[in-house]
């Protein structure tokens, strides 16, 4: 595949091969006769560099996606061995990793337990090469709903906006079409109960999960919201509390060891596997008995340095002769882009604007200095003095709009770390005018990142339509 064009030859890192100048071909993308198997390795050696599918592709890639999605049951069922995914979040090099480490999916079982998009900045293509690996493997490589798997949270987070840059608003509207399509939980083994979030206090029959209606968007409350949301309760109140209301997603609960031990002993399971929590080494087992009990409740989370961010590893669970193990992995390296993914004319403003306004200010010094003092003019000396004031004024306020614009500059790769983890990209002005020691402290106190990126934990507040299932 030819790259973009080097007219001048000016590319100052030739090692990497620039990005392909065309979507993938239709002979590639489809080999063989039967037009719905895309050829999944294709995909993502173009995806990884950077390369695009055309619009006409990915649109008949959703609908045959959800073709099959549509015929699976809400509970799909799932022999061992079998690879368990967590998060992943728009980070599709840390996904086309996760592959290459947990096996080739021609040969092995997947389950993906959500969150494939938002927040990361590669959801479509991770949307591409996983639903390109699902229709080759249909039976073996299965995708469950996670709460991020929605309009509300696509909406409120990257995604939607992501897809609206990449294609359109039609190709948003099949994307969620397909999410509405996805199963929501898996059961490995007979063993093994597998969902996204959490359990729920009207789920006492995992069989039961067959009989939500589960084609809508995902509800604010009831089963169906807390497979998607719920979160485990922390260790040492773990046996307090039975279901307690989940304050740090605004909805939901969180669910202690009574709950689900009756869960597990009433379906004959062995524990309960879910994503949704970002880990610290990648996994958390929940053992409520004590440190050398059998965990209630395990969590992957597999998004590596998520956000660029949290320096946590990434890892997948696996299930293979009645045994689980953990296999870990860490982040690789990802093409750079700029934040909201705004382009380097933009990005480079405040240098230019940074010079602009020293130019009018010294021009401005100069004009001060040649003032006439008192006694040269026909002005009264209070007129001249107004005037000092007015002129002092505007040096004071060109030397704070400077100010701004040179911590900007000077610290543009600080602010870019800091843009990302302020919720809307917005950085508050005191800091810019405070310079560098204010913004490096407002990246150095974890405990403060950490409480910004909260609010990201929570369900956006903006009320949809959704129907409330009971079962
Ligand atoms: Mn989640």
Known sequence: MEGLADPFGDRVVNEIPPPPVLPLDEGILYPSSDSKTPDWIAVRDHLAAEGTISKEHFVKMLHDATDIFKEEPNLIQFPEPLVMVGDIHGQLYD?????????????????????????????????????????????????????????????????????????????YDLIMEMFDALPICGLADKKYFITHGGISPELKKISKINKIDRFLEIPMDGIMCDLMWADPIDEKEAKKYDFIENKERDCSFYFGRKPAKKLIDDNNLMTIVRAHQVQVDGYKMHRWDGPSSFPYVITIFSAPNYCDYYSNKGSVLILEDGNVSIKQFDDSEHPYHLPDRIDIFTWSMPFLIEKVVQMMKSVYTKWQEDEPSDGEDFKSATDLKERAEKIKGKVKAFARVQKMYKTLTEESELILKLKGMVPDGKIPRGLLLEGRPAIKDAIMEFKRAKELDKQNEMRPKKKREARVIRS
């Not at 092995?108 to 938002?118: A, I, L, P, R, S």
Request: charged residues 25%.
């Open 95 to 171: 996904l086309i990793h996760l592959i290459e480490k947990a096996g080739d999916p021609s040969k092995t079982n997947y389950v993906f337990m959500g969150d494939y998009v938002d927040r990361g900045i590669f959801g479509v293509e991770v949307i591409i090469f996983m639903i390109s690996m699902k229709l080759n493997f249909p039976d073996s490589f299965a995708m469950l709903r996670g709460n991020h798997e929605c309009r509300n949270m696509t909406d409120h987070f990257t995604f939607r906006q992501e897809v609206i840059e990449k294609y359109d608003e039609e190709v």
